[in-house]
């Protein structure tokens, strides 16, 4: 054991002797009392210590602070201490004993049950966590706090309906709006059972997610590709483009899925005019590959490269680039070819390399759409770009 530990595992003496002197100066007789009482356990723990035995040295520290009013608040820091310090187990065991102890009034028992719950987190077991904060629900001081954790744990062990259940009793509590949370918790349901061909369930679970969230974007896209796989095109178009109005960040999302109910409508006109309509009212949207393809198949190159151009002026995007080099490209002289090739390819590795989606808290940025974002898990915070 180093140096750094040894005075660590000193801690508790040091806030035992401070919490004696204090004693000391108030009452003289107290304080000879407990020094007779600590000398020899006292210098038993040292032995230990310099023994390196610093499991048994802690135990006899903590037994040397007997839990009363005054010195509940030192086991508390002192298991707070230990497991910040990453020593769960040592935490574990000083609010264990604290909890077991009967002296403890109702608010510091309650204080001591969270701490161990926080202890359990830690280690990672959250059944014994979860047991323990179910304790604390409806406490009057810790009850917001304690399902929040069990929130937490309910996401983590993905129990979606305990989780909407623990969110409902928050959103009740009025300080924070917990529907749109609640309704990524159904789509997630939906979701399983879509995976499992249960699509009634699934179905009623999304109109359920959009009754608590009427923005859910989740709930539109997910029925437009359920309504997809039954053929259903024009059910379909309509979850997409309900889309714009919920939240027209996501609107890229749905290029993909209307051009295959147009296409299969065969409606492609309808499609392009809808396209043109949504990029006059929303500037950041860049449905530029379905429109460029569209204008080529039927005007030609020409005006297909001046639609590039244009866009490109107003929104200069890798992917507008590529588009341009690719229209561009064929029309050039062959002694421009190869730097055009250079061009176009440098252009398609940065757009692949390029992440599609970010997290507007974090900024965690990927490829993939997640509707909780790996890193600060927080809901609906991951956009396209
Ligand atoms: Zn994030």
Redesign the pocket.
């Known amino acids: 054991m180093d140096i750094a530990s040894l005075l660590w595992l000193l801690l508790p003496v040091a806030a035992l002797s401070g919490w004696l002197s204090a004693q000391h100066s108030l009452n003289p007789k107290k304080q000879e009392k407990a020094t007779q009482k600590l000398s020899p356990d006292y210098l038993q723990g040292l032995n230990y210590l310099l023994n390196e035995q610093p499991d048994k040295a802690v135990d006899i520290f903590i037994k040397l602070l007997t839990v009363d009013n005054d010195t509940v608040e030192t086991h508390l820091a002192l298991g707070a201490l230990f497991r910040r310090r990453g020593e769960v187990n040592r935490a574990i065991r000083i609010h264990q004993n604290l909890i077991e102890r009967k002296q403890l009034s109702c608010v510091q028992r309650e204080q001591a049950v969270m701490e161990l719950g926080r202890d359990y987190l830690r280690a990672g077991l959250l059944d014994r966590a979860e047991y323990l904060y179910r304790e604390l629900i409806e406490s009057s001081t810790f009850g917001v706090y304690a399902c929040q954790q069990l929130l937490e744990i309910y996401q983590q062990e993905k129990d979606w309906q305990k989780a909407i259940k623990i969110a409902q009793k928050l959103d009740n509590s009025g300080l924070n709006d917990y529907k749109p949370m609640m309704a990524q918790f159904y789509c997630e349901q939906a979701h399983d059972y879509q995976q499992q061909q249960q699509l009634a369930k699934s179905q009623a679970l999304l109109y359920k997610a959009l009754e608590m969230d009427k923005r859910c974007v989740r709930a539109n896209l997910l029925l437009g590709w359920m309504a997809i796989e039954r053929q259903q095109f024009k059910l379909a178009i309509a979850f997409f483009q309900q889309i714009e109005q919920q939240n027209p960040h996501y609107l890229a999302e749905v290029v993909e899925p209307l051009h295959l109910c147009y296409r299969a409508l065969q409606q492609q006109p309808t499609f392009i005019a809808y396209l043109h309509d949504v990029l006059q009212k929303q500037s950041n949207f860049v449905p530029i590959q379905p429109l460029v393809q569209f204008i080529k198949d039927q005007e030609g190159e020409l005006p297909a490269l001046a639609f590039v151009t244009e866009h490109l002026k107003k929104h200069p995007t890798l992917q507008g680039m590529a588009y341009f080099l690719n229209l561009t490209r064929a029309k050039a002289h062959a002694n421009c070819q190869l730097d055009l090739n250079l061009l176009q390819q440098a252009t398609l590795q940065l757009l692949k390399n390029n992440p599609d989606y970010q997290?507007e808290?974090?900024?965690?940025a990927g490829k993939t759409l997640h509707w909780q974002?790996?890193?600060?898990?927080?809901w609906n915070?991951?956009k396209p770009i």
């Open positions: 997290c808290e974090c900024g965690f974002c790996p890193r600060c898990k927080q915070t991951v």
